[in-house]
C-alpha cells in the first residue's frame, strides 16, 4: 500500500489520522490511510487486515489498522 502518510516508531493510532475509538469503519480506515474502501475491504478479505462484523457492517481494531499500515509501508 502506498501511503502519503509517515510512520513513526512508537506512533498511537491517532497519529494516523484514526478516529480517537476503540473500532472504525472501513471507510474511515480508508479516509485516514487515503485510499479506497475497495482496498480496505480487499486487504480484509485476503487476510491482511484483521476486522469483524458488527451486525452487517464490518468495523476494525484502530490499532490493528495501524499496524497493517505500518507493515505495509
Given at each position: 500500500m502506498t501511503s502519503l502518510l509517515t510512520?513513526?516508531?512508537?506512533?498511537?493510532?491517532?497519529?494516523?489520522?484514526?478516529?480517537?475509538?476503540?473500532?472504525?469503519?472501513?471507510?474511515?480506515?480508508?479516509?485516514?490511510?487515503?485510499?479506497?474502501?475497495?482496498?480496505?475491504?480487499?486487504?480484509?478479505?485476503?487476510?491482511?487486515?484483521?476486522?469483524?462484523?458488527?451486525?452487517?457492517?464490518?468495523?476494525?481494531?484502530?490499532?490493528?489498522?495501524?499496524?497493517?499500515?505500518?507493515?505495509?509501508?
Open positions: 510512520v513513526k516508531e512508537g506512533a498511537a493510532p491517532e497519529d494516523f489520522g484514526l478516529p480517537p475509538r476503540p473500532i472504525c469503519t472501513a471507510q474511515e480506515v480508508a479516509t485516514a490511510f487515503r485510499c479506497s474502501a475497495t482496498k480496505v475491504r480487499r486487504a480484509i478479505n485476503d487476510g491482511d487486515l484483521p476486522a469483524f462484523r458488527l451486525g452487517r457492517e464490518l468495523r476494525i481494531k484502530t490499532v490493528d489498522a495501524a499496524a497493517w499500515l505500518k507493515a505495509s509501508s
